[in-house]
């Protein structure tokens, strides 16, 4: 039981390091931002709202097809945890060596062509592919097959440990979206960068440590 909930806790923790980089809440509610200029209160909770059960849609029906995609395609657990890993880990070392402020100019490009309505941008481009892109739907994927096990219970906790830290996200999602002025004025750039920062490295580390249980499985075997 206690190593039950090590492991649970273990996953859990790892979701929510892994997907904060590629949800990315504080980046893209700035990027975001300029669509509910226009909207009141009311308004831009409704919207942010729909976005977040959108984003938790995505989210819950990739981790749980998960499986699967990985028959579909003829691979295996290992492997997708190799090549998972190394690609989290590429995306931490970008996060970590870039300098270049993409939110902003994102937020640019987005705020010249403004809409005045944005119920049918909520799903398409805010909540896929700007919230939960590519990048989201790979690494749950990746995260789906680190989770599996032999046994069928334990594959259930460590599933459930996944879909908590898909639920942290979208909780994120909501509070950073829906409070993205007070979020510019009480960060800043500068706090906004050192975050990022922060969180990449710990994204590298992270995408290292999946990939070398991936080539441990590989090689010799659980």
Not at 134 to 142: D, E, K, N, Q
Not at 209 to 219: E, S
Request: hydrophobic content about 50%; glycine content about 8%; some cysteine.
């Amino acid at each position: 039981m206690a190593f039950e909930l090590h492991q649970f806790i273990h996953l859990l923790f790892i979701g929510v390091v892994a997907l904060f980089p590629v949800v990315n809440p504080i980046g893209t509610a700035f990027v975001v931002m300029p669509y509910f200029a226009h909207l009141d209160r009311a308004g831009k909770k409704r919207a942010v709202g729909q976005i977040t059960l959108y984003a938790f849609c995505v989210c819950t029906v990739t981790l749980i097809a998960g499986a699967w995609i990985l028959k579909l395609f003829g691979l295996s657990i290992p492997v997708v945890q190799l090549a998972g890993g190394i690609m989290i880990c590429r995306m931490g070392w970008e996060f970590l060596s870039s300098d270049k402020d993409e939110s902003a100019d994102s937020s640019d490009s987005v705020s010249e062509a403004k809409p005045r309505s944005i119920d049918d941008k909520l799903f398409y481009p805010l909540t896929f592919p700007l919230t939960t892109g590519a990048g989201t739907i790979s690494v749950l994927l990746t995260l789906s097959a680190h989770g599996s096990d032999a046994d069928l219970r334990q594959t259930l906790y460590n599933m459930i440990a996944i879909l908590l830290a898909v639920v942290v996200m979208c909780v994120l999602i909501y509070g950073f979206f829906l409070n993205t002025q007070r979020i510019e004025r009480y960060l800043g750039s500068q706090g906004e960068r050192i975050f990022n920062r922060l969180i990449a490295f710990f994204i590298f580390c992270v995408g290292l440590q999946i990939a070398v249980t991936g080539i441990k499985t590989l090689f010799v075997g659980k």
